[in-house]
């Protein structure tokens, strides 16, 4: 194999490798926002349920918003109540119906006070197997809003790391195909300069001879 020749494999190999890990960061972020979707299908539903069994603590079952949950960002989320907002209670709410939609997860929440127009912070929860409440502290400031109206927030600080976890197998699988690409390709430039070698030695020795 010729120099020229050579360069063309080099190129075609370093083409065809750029484009399977374009591919597969493609496949990642479709892989990702599926699972974002199906978070916030599940929070949404357990907000929902959360707010209405408030309703119904407070004995006002029917004074429910159309769209109460609203997503702020893709991490925060808002329940409007308008009605008053036992912290403790809530709390104990929202842990049930996230434990029921299978949302195992950390979460800090804080409620709006239509008195003094400000968000009160209640507390940060742990959900996950390995929080340990004594080592965790809030962090998160409660954007104010402009909804006047008695409501909650809700924000889950380790979001992207919950869903990231969930695509193990993908980070795997990806990883041995690249690993055995690479494999393939350094064992193919072996092969090619192994044979130079010895198609070089073999002239020199016909020269000799």
């Not at 409501?151 to 919950?162: A, L, M, N, Q």
């Not at 990231?164 to 197998?169: E, K, Q, R, V």
Request: aromatic residues 16%.
């Amino acid at each position: 194999m010729n120099s020229k020749t050579l360069r063309i494999f080099v190129g075609l190999s370093v083409v065809l490798m750029t484009g399977v890990i374009l591919i597969q960061y493609y496949w990642f972020r479709q892989a990702y926002n599926l699972q974002d979707r199906d978070f916030n299908q599940r929070v949404t539903s357990a907000l929902r349920a959360a707010s209405e069994r408030m309703l119904a603590f407070n004995k006002n079952p029917n004074n429910q918003l159309i769209q109460p949950v609203e997503r702020v960002t893709s991490n925060y989320y808002t329940v409007q109540i308008n009605d008053t907002i036992n912290a403790s209670v809530l709390e104990e709410f929202l842990k049930q119906e996230f434990a029921h939609s299978d949302v195992r997860l950390n979460f800090e929440y804080g409620i709006y006070d239509c008195v003094k127009d400000r968000i009160k912070y209640a507390a940060f929860v742990c959900h996950s197997e390995n929080c340990n409440q004594n080592d965790s502290s809030a962090h998160y400031r409660f954007p104010e809003l402009d909804i006047h109206n008695y409501y909650f927030g809700v924000y889950f600080p380790d979001k992207k790391y919950y869903l990231l976890g969930d695509l193990d197998n993908w980070f795997v699988s990806s990883a041995i195909l690249l690993v055995v690409m690479m494999f393939f390709f350094v064992y193919a430039l072996m092969v090619i300069f192994r044979q130079k070698k010895t198609v070089r030695n073999t002239k020199m020795i016909s020269s000799i001879i």
